[in-house]
Every structure is written in C-alpha cells, then in structure tokens.
C-alpha cells in the first residue's frame, strides 16, 4: 500500500499517519529519504529557493519525526529514525552552499533527537550517501560540466577509495541495518555510504 502527502503541508503529514495507523496499528520505523537538490550560488539563491529547500530538506524531516514520536508514544511503543544526510555534511562545492548547509541541519536534528528521546528507548541515526548514479543527476551537473557523463566516470575512478559505484541499495542495506536489532547500541551517528570519498585529502590522481 502506498499513501502519498504533501511533506510542506502540516495537515497532510497528520492525515498520513492516520491512514497508515488505520492500515497497520501503525510503524515502528521512520526513513525520511524524501529531498530535493539546489546547485546555485549561495548570493544568488532566492528566498523562494532558500524556503522550498528547507521546508523539504529540514522542516520536513522534524515535522515526520516528530508525528511519528508522538504516534509511537500514544500507543506506549519505542521505535528508529534512519534520516538521510549527505557526505555534502562533510565537505561540499561551490554551488551547494545552502545544500549542504540543509544538510548538515540534519547531522545536527539526529544528534539532538538521539539524545532527548534515547532515554525513552528510541534511536535516531543518518546515514550520508556519496555520489549515487541516476541518469536524472546529468542535468544537475550539466550546471558545473560541459561532460557530465565524463564527470561521473571521473569522480568514481579518481574521487573515490573504492573505484565502483555506489547504488541505492547500498545506502538502502546501511538503512536496514540502521532500523534492526543488530544496531541497537547506534544511535547519534550519521554513517557515510561514500566508498571512501569523506576519507580522501587528496583525489586519487594526485601525484
């Protein structure tokens, strides 16, 4: 079953997990995987960007967390909240100013969380992917490269530790594990899915 909703509409979120409460008896595990990209200079943003970004990137991440916290509570139950950051938290490029800084307002929400409802017996983690391929990711780097289809085959073999690339379902298994039992003494971390790219200080073509 798939239920839909507005993540920007307060109204629309509470209507969701009425539905999925009727569905179900309601869930014990939260993904908030849902996102949208900006490469735009920070000075060069509008405030109707800036907004939209945040409203989906940020605001909608805690009004998700914080619906299903309550819901959980209300039926005397503990659950886990995998959201999902970037390695963008980490470091960035130009044209991702405020990207990363929503971004990074994640890190920052899972830190805080993990800590005022882990006493409570819920987790709150993040896990950062790398760069992930989808052929929808070429007209956003047409924005920095005349070649993006070159750019991705150079970023996998020269700004990676592991020269393969990374594929949704890798970030999906650092999910599964993040919201099972095996990870019941996680919680605060934000867990890059990177292949390596966090850990270089140099690109691996540099000599």
Same mark, same amino acid.
């Given at each position: 079953?798939?239920?839909?909703? *507005?993540?920007?509409?307060?109204?629309? @979120?509470?209507?969701?997990? !009425?539905?999925?409460?009727?569905?179900?008896?309601? @869930? %014990?595990?939260?993904? %908030?995987? =849902?996102?949208?990209?900006?490469?735009?200079?920070?000075? !060069?943003?509008? !405030?109707? !960007?800036?907004?939209? +970004? $945040?409203?989906?990137?940020?605001?909608?991440?805690? #009004?998700?967390?914080?619906?299903?916290? *309550?819901?959980?509570?209300?039926?005397?139950? @503990?659950?886990?909240?995998? %959201?999902?950051?970037?390695?963008? =938290?980490?470091?960035?490029?130009? #044209?991702?100013?405020?990207? &990363?800084?929503?971004? %990074?307002?994640?890190?920052? +929400?899972?830190?805080?969380? &993990?800590?005022?409802?882990?006493?409570?017996?819920? #987790?709150?983690?993040?896990?950062?992917?790398?760069?992930?391929?989808?052929?929808?990711? $070429?007209? +956003?780097?047409?924005?920095?490269?005349?070649?993006?289809?070159?750019?991705?085959?150079?970023?996998?073999?020269?700004?990676?530790? +592991? *020269?393969?690339?990374?594929? &949704?379902?890798?970030?999906?298994?650092?999910? &599964?594990?993040?919201?099972?039992?095996?990870?019941?003494?996680?919680?605060?971390?934000?867990?890059? @899915?990177? *292949?390596?790219?966090?850990?270089?200080?140099?690109?691996?073509?540099?000599?």
């Amino acid at each position: 079953m798939t239920i839909q909703a *507005n993540l920007e509409d307060p109204d629309a @979120v509470t209507a969701m997990f !009425e539905k999925i409460d009727k569905f179900c008896g309601g @869930v %014990n595990g939260l993904v %908030n995987n =849902a996102g949208i990209g900006l490469s735009k200079m920070a000075h !060069e943003v509008s !405030e109707v !960007e800036f907004l939209h +970004l $945040y409203a989906v990137n940020v605001h909608a991440v805690w #009004r998700l967390s914080k619906q299903f916290v *309550n819901a959980c509570l209300q039926r005397k139950e @503990v659950g886990n909240i995998v %959201n999902i950051s970037s390695v963008h =938290a980490h470091s960035t490029q130009t #044209r991702y100013a405020i990207y &990363a800084s929503a971004k %990074n307002a994640i890190v920052g +929400l899972t830190r805080g969380m &993990a800590c005022e409802i882990g006493p409570m017996g819920f #987790r709150v983690n993040a896990v950062g992917p790398g760069y992930v391929h989808a052929d929808q990711n $070429y007209e +956003l780097i047409k924005t920095w490269s005349d070649d993006p289809e070159q750019w991705v085959r150079d970023f996998i073999e020269n700004h990676q530790a +592991l *020269n393969y690339e990374i594929n &949704a379902v890798d970030v999906g298994n650092t999910v &599964a594990f993040l919201l099972s039992d095996l990870a019941r003494c996680i919680t605060g971390q934000n867990i890059y @899915v990177d *292949n390596g790219t966090t850990s270089l200080i140099f690109n691996r073509d540099f000599t």
